[in-house]
């Protein structure tokens, strides 16, 4: 089905956000006075002109910096649209330009509706007011009228759990609580458009996957729309129908859930250790050598910030010089402590005794169906056994990262740092 106008609920055109560097406003008095000569006579502001690309890793060559650059889409009504990227890349500028909390340098915003923001822990609450104060505080400045927040009042209370303190000021609050309450009333007083920044990384793991079913239920079940910022990748798969991924404050990639996340993921820097033919702190006999290693995502491409849950292949290429048997091939999974996790065998999966003859370039996948390891960084041992011993071992032949992921289909992410994830389930005969 086509999309109509009346389906767009909102839409960024052409907006680009410009600041200069070191200083607080725009600039000096000279440019504000070249601004304002150039306005006088219809022409352009001549700044407009400068400014370097907004990346936080590089030294600046100009006084201005592009936060946002260009930044084009539409969002349709009950759509969660999904704003991924780097620190940095412009993300929680370009919701406060959607929110109105500040203007863009160039484009415009056109919405149709009511937004409710929830961009940074506390936002729009006054300390010295109740919770319960600032719940009618918030709702008004939503445009609600009191009747409207009142008949919504017991049901924001008993959703962010803070029924024992709605009535002691904010300010004693700690900042999963004002997480708490600044959602419930965000989500509760029906905004047409909900804008969402990562805060919800503030809550606990039961909250968080508690604001992303109501976060469903709003898209879903009643057909509004949200924007949803977060690092968070399983909460961005299991909540977004739509992704946008900026970098560096310029519009990258836009498109279905999974294929952006997964050219996230991509953009990681290609680590420089995967060619392993220069390799001279190796063991083993050299019949037969590893030349190099990828890590390939479902799709064939390489990938070193992976997902736990997803399906991965371990890419290995070798050449022997010789005629070997009984051929095993043993892959080592270290965290960074040098602890081994797990490991993979082809003895394991495959007794089948495996000769290979002598071979110039070749490689073998070691395919894992749902990677089992919780967040962290990781490195690969690779080893070759075969009848009379060791061929050839290489120690961290392979470094990447686990950057989230929703192992037990949850809705939310593993807490635990240590071990491995396993499939399991528990029933209570009570």
């Given at each position: ?341 797990f490991l993979c065998n082809n003895h394991f999966t495959n007794p089948t ?78």
């Amino acid at each position: 089905m086509s999309t109509t106008k009346r389906d767009i609920i909102l839409v960024a055109d052409n907006i680009s956000k410009q600041y200069r560097l070191g200083l607080v406003g725009t600039g000096t008095l000279s440019h504000d006075l070249n601004r304002w000569w150039h306005r006088v006579r219809g022409k352009e502001d001549p700044f407009l002109k400068v400014g370097s690309v907004n990346d936080r890793s590089t030294k600046a060559d100009s006084d201005y910096a592009w936060a946002l650059r260009d930044i084009n889409f539409e969002v349709k009504r009950g759509e969660v649209l999904g704003i991924i990227g780097k620190n940095g890349a412009g993300k929680s500028t370009l919701l406060k330009i959607l929110s109105r909390v500040t203007s863009p340098t160039t484009g415009e915003i056109k919405t149709k509706g009511r937004i409710a923001s929830l961009l940074e822990v506390g936002t729009g609450f006054h300390p010295e007011l109740t919770g319960r104060e600032n719940i009618y505080l918030n709702g008004a400045i939503l445009g609600m009228s009191k009747a409207e927040i009142k008949s919504k009042e017991d049901e924001i209370i008993e959703f962010s759990g803070c029924q024992r303190y709605v009535d002691t000021p904010v300010k004693r609050y700690s900042s999963g609580m004002r997480v708490r309450l600044a959602f419930a009333v965000a989500a509760h007083l029906e905004p047409d458009i909900l804008v969402i920044d990562e805060v919800l990384a503030v809550g606990d793991a039961e909250f968080q996957k508690k604001a992303i079913g109501k976060m469903q239920d709003i898209s879903r079940g009643e057909g509004r729309t949200v924007l949803f910022v977060s690092h968070n990748m399983a909460a961005v798969k299991s909540l977004c129908t739509r992704v946008i991924v900026l970098e560096n404050g310029l519009d990258v990639y836009e498109g279905e859930t999974d294929q952006a996340v997964d050219y996230y993921l991509s953009q990681g820097k290609k680590h420089e250790n995967i060619s392993l033919n220069d390799r001279s702190d190796r063991g083993g006999r050299g019949n037969l050598r590893f030349m190099r290693i990828l890590i390939l995502n479902k799709n064939n491409e390489e990938q070193y910030n992976l997902l736990s849950g997803e399906l991965y292949k371990v890419r290995i290429y070798f050449k022997t010089s010789a005629n070997i048997t009984n051929v095993g091939i043993r892959v080592r999974f270290y965290d960074a402590k040098g602890t081994l996790r797990f490991l993979c065998n082809n003895h394991f999966t495959n007794p089948t005794m495996l000769n290979i003859p002598i071979i110039d370039n070749s490689y073998v996948d070691c395919s894992i169906s749902e990677m089992p390891l919780p967040n962290g960084n990781y490195n690969i041992q690779l080893t070759c056994f075969a009848t009379g011993g060791i061929e050839d071992d290489v120690e961290n032949a392979l470094s990447f990262n686990i950057v989230g992921g929703d192992f037990y289909n949850s809705g939310k992410e593993q807490v635990s740092k240590e071990g491995v994830l396993v499939k399991h389930s528990f029933n209570f005969n009570l």
